[in-house]
């Protein structure tokens, strides 16, 4: 582990919460019950596990969901890459469409989405394993999503994945999964559109599997994204603290706890803990409970 891990973690050895998933993603904390939602994409299943429980599914045909989030009401929102749209998931267990078209055109897959504290969706439409053929839209990019409902284009981008805020939320990180792997940072205004773009961190590696996927911040601007060989954790000024190394490829990621201080490592077959030494990011419908 690199030398500079040690003041980021206080264990680096990660703790199996679950295991015997196919593929899992889109974990999520809910401090409702004291628990993290992830899903398994190829089984499209929707888990809940409380720590110290077995895990338990709470919906079944999620149609290949992949990346969770909250909205401002606490309804799941979830990007169901079969049905190529953005979803929220009703308590009666329907589902009401948040975002499927943009100017008319379908989207590709969406991939992964997060809420910002005025209540607007941000998400990233990524494509992959949909067959080009079956395109609608000739690009892949980041879109928001205001409270009436009206989607926008954020920015082009070569392959979005993840995506996070900085703790002011004037920062929007977004992965890229591409043949250049990197960090996107996308500078907002007061009404979360982009003022200027810059390359915030490289993540080109070596490793042969892992690419840069799933990110989060902790409360003092640092941003961990898994990606090839671990887990790897930025200051918040790009420069590279260290790569956290984990035994399978780990795809994303979400603080929880109660003190936010426990990360859950979402990897191929498994579920993780790790305990950190800073909190995360409280959701903001969360933020003051």
């Known amino acids: 582990m690199d030398s500079g891990l040690s003041t980021i973690f206080e264990s680096t050895e990660p703790e199996v919460l679950g295991t015997g998933f196919t593929f899992t993603e889109g974990p999520l904390w809910d401090p409702g019950f004291g628990g993290y939602y992830f899903v398994d994409i190829p089984k499209h299943l929707l888990y809940r596990l409380k720590p110290g429980d077995k895990p338990e599914v709470v919906r079944e045909n999620t149609g290949m969901g992949n990346g969770t989030t909250f909205d401002l009401d606490g309804r799941i929102l979830m990007c169901q890459g079969a049905h190529r749209r953005v979803a929220r998931l009703l308590p009666d267990g329907g589902t009401e469409v948040l975002a499927d078209r943009f100017e008319g055109r379908r989207f590709n897959r969406p991939n992964d989405v997060i809420c910002r504290s005025d209540g607007s969706i941000y998400f990233t439409d990524l494509g992959t394993s949909l067959p080009l053929a079956e395109w609608e839209m000739p690009f892949r990019g980041v879109y928001r999503v205001d409270l009436s409902g009206t989607v926008s284009l954020v920015a082009h981008c070569e392959r979005p994945n993840g995506l996070a805020f900085s ?51 902790d409360v003092e601007g640092r941003v961990y994204c898994t990606g090839a060989g671990g887990v790897w954790v930025f200051a918040p000024d790009g420069s590279r603290i260290g790569i956290l190394p984990t035994a399978e490829v780990i795809a994303n990621l979400a603080f929880g706890g109660a003190d936010m201080r426990t990360l859950f490592l979402t990897s191929s077959t498994s579920v993780l803990a790790l305990r950190t030494r800073t909190p995360g990011i409280v959701h903001p419908r969360f933020r003051g409970q």
């Open 167 to 217: 703790p002011d939320e004037r920062v929007l990180y977004v992965a890229n999964t591409g043949f250049t792997q990197y960090i996107n940072a996308f500078e907002l205004d007061g009404g979360g559109r982009v003022v200027r773009r810059r390359i915030f961190a490289d993540m080109s590696s070596d490793e042969r599997e892992g690419v840069p996927d799933g990110m989060k911040v």
